[in-house]
């Protein structure tokens, strides 16, 4: 034990080993429970990260369905283009469109999987809290 200027006994070893709520703690620990708000808190940061990935599938699926609305409609007014004359303006068309198109499937495949991993870390986190189970049925 050592003291400062003060002579006041100073227990920074013995603090560290105890189960003071804003000290570390071993996460082998079986006794140890995080408190509610903790776990309220990462269910929130899990929420809020699946539904940032739900607006990327959302921009994924507009990015497909662009493409396809361009093709819809140049066949439904091809009576009035001849398609040779115009192709030096359907080639760069087409190659946008098939960027747009991988765009649009990278991006949901990606949120897709992201969604998934975020509800298997929230039901990870009902099971070991199954008194917040409650609170998301």
């Known amino acids: 034990m050592s003291t400062d200027q003060e002579g006041i006994s100073d227990n920074r070893d013995n603090v560290s080993s105890s189960k003071y709520p804003f000290t ?3 996460s082998t620990d079986e006794d140890f429970h995080p408190p509610e708000s903790t ?6 940061m899990f929420l809020a990260a699946k539904r940032t990935s739900l607006a990327v599938l ?3 699926i507009a990015l497909l369905s662009l493409p396809m609305s361009i093709v819809t409609l140049l066949i439904a007014t091809s009576r009035y283009y001849d398609m040779v004359s115009t192709l030096h303006l359907f080639v760069p068309l087409f190659i946008i469109n098939t960027f747009l198109v991988i765009l649009g499937i990278i991006l949901i495949i990606r949120s897709w999987r992201r969604v998934l991993r975020y509800d298997r870390a929230i039901e990870r986190l009902k099971r070991e809290t199954p008194e917040l189970s409650y609170l998301m049925e």
């Open 24 to 26: 570390s703690f071993d």
């Open 39 to 44: 776990q309220i808190g990462r269910i929130q």
């Open 58 to 60: 959302r921009t994924g």
